[in-house]
């Protein structure tokens, strides 16, 4: 890139880093001391502006960056993952989202809970909830250095590193200062950028070709090298049976995983009622549908106007896509109109990334105070005196203070993880964490709302028997070592021929929770079911 595109983009970056910036600081100014103030904003949320901070939240850089670049790589193939993303909307919707927001407070391990002894599962669910929003921040690190390194060139491994940490170091401020209030706000501000960027590429790009989208997938699989087979299955899932199992794994992990997403789930506890919490998600479905649609014209627009080749050689893994065809439509490089649509798509993409990893981060930094840490320390203080008095360690403030370092520490993971994951597609590794939530979160929370007789040890099963799977899977798989994309390219100790390990580990999650309920020795609470089932349905006694 020329210097002018460097300058201009930089100072964009600049703009909305600052304006993010001034908003946290301005609500770190109101009292956060509060844990409902700090994890759910005081539940001051309107559903509009709700809606707009769960799609905020959402339409991450998996999404703008991710999918158009697979799409852009596999055509139809990577269409699925718009699908896919789509439809687990309808689970959330039906299934979930009026019923969390009745039977929890903070956090996913509050609706679990509920019936059951909690210090075992709030640990179990607060693992579990870390470990997806890691896998889930990783992807967000990796979209930001690829974005960086190629505003500076393609070939800067340096400004790659660099940016993963500065993002690292702008979501650790926006949580530490903001909590939830600030986390939202930028959410929205951040959901608005993104539609206006996307809905003025995809004009921009029915323009190029009149508007008759099938000159544009003929044109985009003739420049794609594939020809007609751009435009059907089997591009990338279609080779042999393991890749129709990945195939047939990925769909499960998107579909599902949604419903168990830490940090989607948190949205539900902003809005003041549980029928507020039903709308947010109709508004967040609309400008979700609208958004993926434009996802699937951006990226057969990036096949058709920078072509696949260019688009590998700038991106192994298709992240840049989306810029690039930004470049192309605004005039090509060196051209003001290029410059100025670059700068601008590149900006939005950064927002993108700042605002999802502080929505991460912090319904990761929840699940270890209010579930991790609130938990071991109840049973330090178990048999002590219960009269602390007011400003002593015992009181919530304590916990507020706790989820603050350990935003930090998420943090410092996340960071190096992402520098090592640099070269992988960030839509993939969102997969990943999908195929996690899905294994270890939905079991454990379909169960503690629908089954009457699930009990503490099915709850605990279900969340280990799918997590550990899904994870080890992940490390024997070829995304770790194995093959010239992987983690460890140089090391083989690959066992398990599949990408992502959906396919097996939830099913897994769930047999784990039936078969802990089935051999408990302690008898399902008959009387917490029936209470849990009248709050969730009618919000009586929600907080």
């Known amino acids: 890139m020329s210097g002018d595109h460097q300058a201009s983009a930089l100072v964009l970056f600049s703009l909305f880093i600052a304006a993010t910036l001034g908003i946290t600081t301005w609500v770190s ?12 904003g005081g539940r001051l949320f309107s559903p ?95 979209g930001a250095g690829s974005l960086v390194a190629l505003l500076l060139g393609g070939t800067s491994e340096a400004a790659r590193a660099w940016t993963v940490v500065g993002v690292g170091a702008l979501m650790v401020i926006y949580v530490s200062w903001g909590g939830m209030r600030a986390t939202t706000w930028i959410q929205i501000v951040k959901a608005v950028l993104l539609m206006a960027g996307a809905i003025a590429l995809t004009v921009l790009v029915l323009t190029r070709f009149h508007g008759d989208v099938g000159r544009l997938l003929a044109s985009a699989a003739e420049r794609s090298g594939h020809g007609r087979d751009f435009l059907a299955p089997g591009l990338r899932y279609g080779g042999d049976w393991t890749a129709r199992l990945d195939f047939i794994s990925l769909g ?83 051209s003001t109109g290029g410059t100025v649509l670059f700068a601008v798509v590149a900006a939005v993409a950064f927002a993108t990334i700042l605002a999802v990893v502080a929505g991460i981060t912090l319904a990761s930094s929840a699940s270890v105070a209010h579930d991790l840490y609130a938990s071991l320390r109840r049973r330090r203080d178990s048999g002590r005196d219960s009269g602390a008095g007011p400003g002593r360690s015992r009181t919530p403030y304590g916990e ?22 640099g070269d992988l597609n960030v839509a993939f590794l969102v997969g990943l964490a999908f195929a996690v939530a899905a294994s270890a979160n939905l079991p454990a929370l379909l169960y503690s709302l629908f089954w009457s007789r699930f009990t503490t040890r099915g709850a605990v099963w279900s969340v280990y028997g799918g997590l550990a799977p899904a994870v080890l899977l992940v490390v024997l798989s070829p995304v770790v070592s194995g093959s010239p994309q992987a983690l460890f390219p140089g090391l083989d100790f690959q066992l398990f021929p599949l990408q992502n390990p959906g396919l097996v580990s939830i099913p897994l999650g769930f047999l784990g929770g039936w078969l802990g309920t089935v051999t408990s020795a302690e008898p399902p609470d008959e009387a917490k079911h029936a209470e849990t089932e009248v709050r969730s349905l009618t919000g009586a006694g929600a907080v």
């Not at 100014?29 to 759910?40: C, I, L, N």
């Not at 391990?109 to 870390?130: F, H, K, N, Y």
């Not at 203070?401 to 090592?420: D, E, M, P, Q, T």
Request: one cysteine or more; aromatic letters at 8%.
């Open 252 to 334: 499960l992990a998107l579909v599902l995983g949604t419903a168990g997403l830490p940090h989607i789930l948190s949205r539900f506890y902003t809005v003041p009622t549980a029928r507020a919490a039903r709308r947010s998600v109709v508004w967040s479905i609309g400008l979700i549908g609208g958004f993926y649609l434009m996802t699937i014209v951006l990226g057969f627009g990036a096949a058709a106007l920078v072509g696949t080749d260019e688009v590998r050689k700038s991106n192994a893994a298709g992240n840049t896509a989306v810029p690039l065809l930004a470049l192309n439509l605004g005039g090509g490089a060196g």
């Open 400 to 421: 507020v203070a706790v989820a603050r370092v350990a935003a930090v520490g998420i943090g410092v993971v996340s960071i190096g993880l992402g520098l090592l994951a």
């Open 29 to 40: 100014r109101k009292r956060q001391g509060s844990p409902e103030e700090f994890y759910a």
């Open 48 to 142: 509009m502006e709700n809606g707009f901070a769960i799609a905020g939240d959402y339409m991450s850089a998996a999404s703008f960056l991710g999918i158009s670049g697979l799409i852009a790589l596999y055509g139809y193939d990577g269409m699925l993952y718009s699908v896919g993303f789509l439809v687990a909307w309808l689970v959330v919707l039906l299934l979930v989202a009026e019923l969390v927001r009745n039977c929890g407070r903070f956090t996913l391990a509050d609706v679990v809970a509920a019936r059951m002894r909690e210090r075992p599962v709030r640990i179990a669910a607060g693992t579990s909830s870390v470990a997806v929003s890691v896998l889930y921040l990783v992807a967000q690190m990796v």
